[in-house]
């Protein structure tokens, strides 16, 4: 199975801040990366598929970027609605397997 | 307007049959390039993807729970439903079913129920 490392596990950071989550796959996903917003009792959100494309309707503050094995999810300016958990996804091959999610906080 | 609702027990015992039954609407299971699948969480956790049934009929599982696990579907009823057989304490957590969508090269977790609790406990 692929393993997909998340880093870090939990973000602090203060409204208006520029926040990134690294995503790092344990073999070359090319660009076969997706990543979920999930809110606190919620079901998880699709906002980014194929490593950077935004999600239709999505905010234009979130965006991703990578390929092969390395990727990252910035948020340009943190919003107060954007406290979440944010999971990457590869679907390179199956089992589709997730990071171990990244929990952003405001300071 | 896609929807999906997946009901089912909210407790069962060890040793038991988990049976979950995903209602969803807005969409055809017939349609190419359109599949449900069912990930869970348990309590703190991450996801985990479990299995996805496709439009055509195709099946895939989790590689560590493959032989506890099937995956069929109703189109006439727009339900997909998931059985895990020999229920333990692990298995506790939140079930959701998701549609599996084509966009391109790439597949999408693009809408999901809100979740079905699931406690395995004696």
């Known amino acids: 199975d692929i393993q997909m490392t998340q880093s870090p596990p939990a973000l602090s950071a203060s409204i208006g801040d520029r926040v990134t989550i690294t995503c790092q796959a344990s073999h070359d996903i090319t660009s076969y990366l997706n990543w979920y917003q999930q809110k606190p009792g919620k079901a998880p959100k699709l906002l980014i598929y194929?490593?950077?494309i935004l999600e239709t309707g999505v905010p234009s503050r979130f965006s991703g970027r990578g390929s092969g094995t390395d990727f990252s999810f910035t948020i340009t300016s943190l919003q107060p609605e954007d406290i979440a958990t944010y999971y990457c996804?590869?679907?390179?091959?199956?089992?589709?397997?997730f990071g171990q999610g990244t929990k952003l906080e405001i300071k | 307007q896609v929807t999906l609702r997946e009901s089912g027990p909210a407790l069962v015992k060890p040793t038991q049959t988990l049976t979950l039954t995903c209602t969803f609407s807005g969409f055809s299971l017939t349609t190419d390039g359109t599949s449900v699948s069912w990930i869970r969480q348990p309590p703190g956790k991450a996801l985990e993807w479990l299995a996805h049934i496709h439009w055509d009929d195709d099946r895939y599982y989790s590689r560590s729970l493959r032989t506890r696990l099937t995956i069929s579907k109703d189109t006439s009823k727009n339900q997909v439903v998931l059985t895990l057989t020999n229920m333990d304490p692990v298995d506790t957590g939140t079930y959701y079913c998701?549609?599996?969508?084509?966009?391109?090269?790439?597949?999408?977790?693009?809408?999901w129920g809100q979740g079905t609790p699931v406690t395995v406990s004696s």
């Open positions: 996804q590869q679907y390179e091959i199956l089992p589709y397997t």
């Open positions: 194929d490593a950077s």
């Open positions: 998701a549609r599996l969508q084509r966009k391109g090269s790439a597949w999408v977790f693009d809408h």
